[in-house]
């Protein structure tokens, strides 16, 4: 059984998701379609250059992939506590919320980019090495898989 199945009567089933690990330089990005693909996958990477670019940029993602809701990510300490990357990235979700029609969930994103750093040294598919390149990209399917997986925790209260 796949751990990333909801039930069919789930407000998210085939729902194409688009999750986003937001960052200085570039915001990386992981999609997933619930109940049709096996597990969220990473995408690529948008360059930082401005909102205008990566409005646009999204933008275009969005309409190529026919995302129906975005997730994301907000760093916090692994005590919880906020930081000044916390409030960049809530402003980009702010930013995102008003810029783009679809829902928007927020996802703690916690060792996330540790968590993606770890599979990289462990797939043959990047080589057992971490690859700068896509790190962003892996860091956003694991804040796709992480909201998931709340997700059906949240069915089981």
Do not use: W
């Amino acid at each position: 059984m796949n751990e990333f199945r909801l039930p069919s009567d789930h407000p998210l089933h085939l729902k194409t998701l688009l999750a986003m690990d937001f960052g200085e330089k570039f915001i990386g990005i992981a999609t997933y379609c619930v109940n049709r693909d096996p597990y969220p996958t990473p995408y690529g990477r948008i360059a930082n250059k401005g909102e205008a670019l990566v409005l646009k940029e999204l933008k275009q993602i969005i309409s190529d992939e026919c995302v129906d809701e975005i997730i994301i990510g907000l760093p916090f300490l692994t005590d919880g506590k906020k930081t000044t990357s916390t409030a960049r990235a809530q402003t980009f979700v702010d930013f995102i919320r008003q810029n783009i029609n679809l829902p928007v969930h927020e996802q703690d994103e916690t060792l996330s980019t540790y968590e993606a750093q770890e599979r990289m040294k462990n797939s043959p598919r990047y080589n057992f090495q971490v690859d700068l390149s896509q790190i962003d990209a892996v860091a956003a399917s694991v804040i796709l898989e992480d909201f998931i997986r709340r997700t059906i925790g949240s069915l089981r209260l």
